[in-house]
Nanobody, 114 residues
Framework: VQLQASGGGLVQAGGSLSLSCEAP????????VGWYRQAPGKQRELVAT???????NYSDSAKGRFTISRDNAKNTMYLQMSSLKPEDTAVYSC?????????WGQGTLVTVSS
């Protein structure tokens, strides 16, 4: 299963960006879906997840600025990011998880300039 993330790019601080990630070939509705990021020289960290029931979970840095959503009919998850800061610069990766089954996307680079 190859998740396909898109939407990254260069944005000025204070701006907005929307990411999407399609997960073809799976029963998407069964999975918890999420976004993670890895900044240069740092470990990968959770950004946000949304469970199969729709429960959302955000990192402290994402709360109030980012919104995760999912469209089960399209096997797609989204991350709407606003009020972006230079420290949000990272490679953002999507994943889906169901029990011990986990699939990852290839990542999309988000660069926030000051």
């Amino acid at each position: 299963v190859q998740l396909q993330a898109s939407g990254g790019g260069l944005v000025q601080a204070g701006g907005s960006l929307s990411l999407s990630c399609e997960a073809p070939g799976i029963t998407f509705i069964k999975y918890t879906v999420g976004w993670y990021r890895q900044a240069p020289g740092k470990q990968r960290e959770l950004v946000a997840t949304v469970s199969r029931s729709g429960t959302r979970n955000y990192s402290d840095s994402a709360k109030g600025r980012f919104t995760i959503s999912r469209d089960n009919a399209k096997n797609t998850m989204y991350l709407q990011m606003s009020s972006l800061k230079p420290e949000d610069t990272a490679v953002y990766s999507c994943n889906v998880k169901w029990g011990s089954v986990v699939y990852w996307g290839q990542g999309t680079l988000v660069t926030v300039s000051s």
